[in-house]
Nanobody
């Protein structure tokens, strides 16, 4: 059974930083990423990273967030800088072995950015 265990969420003031980490069990994943869901909104992609290192970011976080992965440890991290109140959401780790599949999800970690 695949498990994704997230850590690193919390409360931070606007302009601050947080780092999220996600440790995955099982064999390596082709795509690992982070999604977020704010109250009353749909879940949206924040960033993902392919096995070879290519990355993809939502326009709203470009230049502020950095995604990275450690394939040896089967982990993905999200460094979030210059946080804004609109970044407040539950952040979910996602891991996929094939393009187009739903993949596996973590339990979610709350990120709250205060003004």
């Amino acid at each position: 059974q695949v498990q994704l265990v997230e850590s690193g969420g919390g409360l931070v003031q606007a302009g601050g930083s947080l780092r999220l980490s996600c440790a995955a069990s099982g064999s390596i994943f082709l795509i690992m990423g982070w999604y977020r869901q704010a109250p009353g909104k749909q879940r949206e992609l924040v960033a993902n990273i392919i096995l070879g290192g290519s990355t993809n970011y939502a326009d709203s976080v470009k230049g502020r967030f950095t995604i990275s992965r450690d394939n040896a440890k089967n982990m993905v991290s999200l460094q979030m800088n210059s946080l804004k109140p609109e970044d407040t959401a539950v952040y979910y780790c996602n891991a996929r072995r094939r393009v187009g599949e739903n993949g596996y999800w973590g339990q979610g970690t709350q990120v709250t950015v205060s003004v």
